[in-house]
């Protein structure tokens, strides 16, 4: 039991020496490069990869879209009831939240499912 005291004493000892060593800085050993020492000169050649970099810019391609993925307001946005009564009128009700049709005005809980039937907890 002793021998638990102190590896946990050591332990929290530790953590406490490593954090104070992290949080100290060391202030002279920080050097301040004045701006124009890694400033690119605007007479300097164009690079290689600088070419390469402005080839990749001008490329005016649609964004790839990723397919069996769908957009999630899309699919919120497919379906609109007005009202309960009109999703189930429409066999749709109760309606989770994330599909088609649900709005937090429907859902009167706020528990993530609209259009409940009445009576449920």
């Given at each position: 039991m002793r021998a638990v005291q102190i590896l946990v004493a050591a332990v929290i000892l530790g953590l406490a020496g490593g954090y104070a060593w992290s949080a100290m800085a060391?202030?002279?050993t920080q050097m301040r490069?004045?701006?124009a020492a890694y400033a690119i000169p605007p007479d300097a050649p164009e690079s290689i990869s600088d070419k390469e970099w402005a080839a990749r810019g001008e490329d005016k391609k649609?964004?790839?879209i990723e397919i069996g993925?769908?957009?999630p307001t899309a699919v919120e946005q497919s379906v609109y009831?007005?009202?309960c009564k009109e999703a189930r009128a429409a066999g749709k009700?109760?309606?989770p939240a994330g599909e088609p049709g649900y709005r937090s005005a429907l859902d009167a809980?706020?528990?993530g499912i609209a259009c409940e039937p009445p009576g449920t907890r």
């Amino acid at each position: 039991m002793r021998a638990v005291q102190i590896l946990v004493a050591a332990v929290i000892l530790g953590l406490a020496g490593g954090y104070a060593w992290s949080a100290m800085a060391p202030r002279k050993t920080q050097m301040r490069i004045p701006k124009a020492a890694y400033a690119i000169p605007p007479d300097a050649p164009e690079s290689i990869s600088d070419k390469e970099w402005a080839a990749r810019g001008e490329d005016k391609k649609a964004p790839a879209i990723e397919i069996g993925r769908a957009d999630p307001t899309a699919v919120e946005q497919s379906v609109y009831y007005s009202s309960c009564k009109e999703a189930r009128a429409a066999g749709k009700a109760p309606i989770p939240a994330g599909e088609p049709g649900y709005r937090s005005a429907l859902d009167a809980k706020g528990d993530g499912i609209a259009c409940e039937p009445p009576g449920t907890r």
